[in-house]
């Protein structure tokens, strides 16, 4: 796996200065001597001596060459610990270095560390959140041991490290209306090369000699008579699924709804509906490609081109990649006529359904004769702590959510709510989607 | 994004001070006691940095201002020395950088001029302890926030150093107390300070000279290149 990298430029820590705590050591040394000497004091002159030899001391030791600070980690990770390390190296005289680490939505945390050695100090963040990120930005300050020389704060970072979606353990998947081609992992309705049996035929031109049933033949043979006709099985041709998941990269809201305007940001430590919606389409895919379908991911926030439908585990990363760079990107252009899917797909549309974009595209697949089923990745919203306006509005776009669901629901779309804790909702999404798998209302 | 929604998102700006205001006392007692915050309103999750042993940066706070409280205490028992005491043990349990520490000492050391002099006792000697202490402490931890980890390593850096000047300070003031009974205040003094100012230049000169021996030797001066014209052509 690849490695992001921050480092300082030597050329720029090369600058020791005194701290003010260092003239306050000599003015006050001197201060104390002085007044010791005058008044003939020596319990007041001996408690300027300390002063004076510990700054001479460390004017003796000061450094003399430039601390490096590196920071790096992996490129990619997982949701839950995102580590990095940062390395410290020091020339002899450096004593303590005070480091700032900051992550955008995170509390940062300030350490002062010894630096007498160089060193390796490993970061860490807990993140439910994927997609691109960019993480540990370290304010660096260096010093002598007793701080009275230090040189100018620095920065290193942030590094960028993209956050992949973990894919979630899925049972049963819906199918397509029809399976394409002649191989595969399911059994389709036309007959073909495959186990299970469509019917038994007579024998003819093309039909390969092991398929002849020998029971059947030998129980239609005419008393006295000689083999007529000979008898085959014929067999249910196997077959694969193309599934396209269609990504609503539009919107990126997460569970506070106040968070929804621009007042307020997102907390790092909940998921988004974004978050949501890679999450599902990578558990989703995942399940589909270990079977051995092909599926494809179109980005309704982009106008490029989709990944075309294919199978495999390199397939798995590619789409993954795809699902941690989608982000919503300014105000989305409306397209004109709906993205162009293979035909006979089975099409999975992750969206919030908040506005009526993805609800419209959805229709017209389905009208057109694809298998639609729409995956709900709104979070579960926080509302109790909304003042009256925003729980007013909330109520408004919730019931036009619902009238826009219900429509589609009309219209043949099937629906699916993908839960956002694995815990509790793992069961109630395995559940509606075998209640998918197992609704067969179309021939293959 | 609903518009409705983002609109009023942004108007929440402006409304968040009208509805302080509006607020009932139930509302704020409940945000005070921390029962219905909004979740933007918990606290942040932080980021972990994984280092050795270590102590919160406010552990050291106060840990500056009790010493200050306890060389206060081997001071005297005068009200003002305590009020002013109390005051800078405060200032340097809050910022421990700058010129508190020492501008503490600078007082502990005239506030020594109105006690009669007298013999050295113990509390001479940890007084000086202490002050040595607290001077080191403070800048050493100027930068460390009171929430900040420190690791105890930076402490125990400080030990070999903090000892070596707080033994030989030590010497001094026990040669100082020795000769300042036979009634040698002012000679004594002077010899002392002359062999620290001895000591002091002899480990300058030899850093110096350490230095300049390091130094790598100055590079051969290159040919000059063919058609460089002299000076007068």
Redesign the interface.
């Known amino acids: 796996m690849t490695q992001s990298q921050q480092s300082i430029e030597p050329s720029r820590q090369h600058r020791w200065v005194l ?7 000599a ?2 040394g001197v ?3 002085v ?3 005058i ?16 700054l ?2 460390t ?3 000061r450094p ?1 060459g430039a601390a490096q600070v590196q920071i790096y980690g992996a490129s990619m990770a997982q949701p839950g610990e995102v580590r990095a390390q940062v390395d410290l190296e020091a020339t002899p005289g450096v ?2 270095g ?2 700032r ?3 955008q ?10 630096l ?1 050695q160089p060193r390796t ?6 993140t439910v959140r994927t997609g691109r990120r960019a993480v ?1 930005d370290i304010d660096y ?1 260096s ?1 002598t ?4 020389l230090r040189s100018g704060p620095l920065s290193a970072g942030p590094i960028e490290i993209t956050v992949l979606p973990k894919a979630r353990p899925v049972r049963e998947l819906p199918l397509p209306f029809r399976l394409q081609g002649m191989t595969g992992p399911h059994v389709s309705r036309r007959p073909g090369d495959g186990d299970d049996l469509h019917d038994i035929d007579l024998f003819r031109p093309g039909d390969r000699l092991r398929r002849i049933d020998w029971r059947v033949t030998a129980r239609r043979l005419a008393p006295g008579l000689g083999v007529s006709d000979l008898y085959v099985r014929r067999t249910l041709s196997m077959a694969d699924a193309s599934v396209m998941l269609v990504l609503d990269s ?2 990126d ?1 997460g ?11 997102v ?4 998921a988004t509906s974004l978050d949501l919606a890679r999450e599902a389409a990578a558990s989703i895919a995942r399940r589909y490609l270990d079977l051995g379908d092909r599926v494809g991911l179109e980005d309704l926030g982009r106008l490029r081109r989709p990944v075309a439908p294919a199978g495999g585990r390199q397939q798995f990363h590619r789409l993954a990649q795809q699902l941690a760079w989608s982000v919503p990107e300014g105000e989305p252009k409306p397209r004109r006529r709906p993205p162009r899917l293979p035909s006979g797909a089975l099409i999975l549309v992750f969206s919030t359904f ?2 009526d974009e993805a609800a419209r595209l959805a229709q017209i697949w389905r009208h057109a004769g694809h298998r639609v089923v729409a995956i709900d990745v709104l979070p579960t919203l ?1 509302t ?2 909304l ?1 009256s ?2 729980a007013t ?2 109520r ?2 919730a019931m ?1 959510r619902n009238d826009r669901l219900t429509e589609l629901s009309r219209t043949g779309v099937e629906l699916v709510r993908w839960h956002g804790d694995p815990a509790a909702g793992s069961a109630a999404v395995d559940v509606a989607l075998t209640a998918l798998a197992r609704t067969r209302t179309v021939r293959r | ?2 518009r ?10 402006i ?1 968040t001070v009208r ?1 302080r205001v509006g607020d009932s006392r139930w509302q704020r007692l409940g945000r005070a006691l921390r029962v ?5 309103q ?10 050795g042993p ?1 102590l919160r ?1 406010w552990h050291l706070r106060l840990l500056i201002g009790l010493i200050g409280l306890g060389c206060t205490a081997l001071i005297g028992s005068a009200p003002f020395l305590w009020v002013i005491s109390i005051a800078l043990c405060l200032l340097m349990a809050i910022r421990p ?3 508190v ?3 503490f ?2 007082l ?3 506030a ?2 109105f006690i009669p ?1 007298g013999p ?1 006792q113990w509390r ?1 000697y940890l ?2 302890f202490g ?2 202490l607290l ?2 402490l ?8 009171p ?5 105890l ?2 402490l125990t ?2 030990v070999p ?1 903090f000892l070596i ?2 033994l ?2 030590q010497l ?2 026990f040669a ?2 020795a000769l ?1 009974t036979q009634h040698y ?2 000679t ?2 002077a010899s002392v ?1 002359m062999v ?1 100012l001895a000591a ?1 230049a002899w ?2 000169l030899a ?1 110096t000279r350490k ?1 300049l021996a390091q130094q790598p030797p100055s590079a051969p001066p290159t040919r000059a290149h063919y058609d460089d014209r002299r000076w007068g052509d």
């Not at chain 1, 701290?19 to 050591?25: E, I, L, P, V």
């Not at chain 1, 569970?255 to 940001?265: I, K, N």
């Not at chain 2, 409705?4 to 700006?13: C, E, F, N, Q």
């Open positions: 701290s003010s705590a260092a003239g306050a050591w003015i006050g201060i104390l001597l007044v010791g000497l008044t003939r004091r020596s319990d007041v002159a001996i408690l300027g001596v300390p002063l004076i030899v510990g001479v001391w004017w003796i030791h003399s004593g303590t005070h480091l680490v900051r992550a939505g995170y509390r940062a945390t300030e350490v002062l560390v010894d007498a100090i490993e970061l860490a963040m807990w540990f300050l010093g041991a007793d701080n009275l539009r919107d809201i569970p506070d709804v106040a968070t929804w305007g621009d007042s307020a940001a907390r790092q430590d909940e908040l506005d926080v109790h702590h003042t306006r925003l509005a909330h408004i776009v036009e | 994004m609903s409705i929604l983002s609109v009023l998102g942004d108007r929440t700006k409304n509805r219905d915050r909004s979740p933007a918990r606290p942040l999750p932080p980021v972990t940095v994984k280092i270590h940066g950088s700058g010129p520490p020492v501008i000492a600078v502990a050391g005239l020594l001029l002099p050295w001479s007084l000086l002050l040595h001077v080191t403070g800048p050493a931890l100027a930068n460390a926030a929430g900040s980890l420190v690791e390593r930076v850096n400080l150093r000047i707080q030989g300070t001094c003031a100082t107390a300042s205040a002012l004594w003094l300070a620290i002091a480990l300058v850093r230095t």
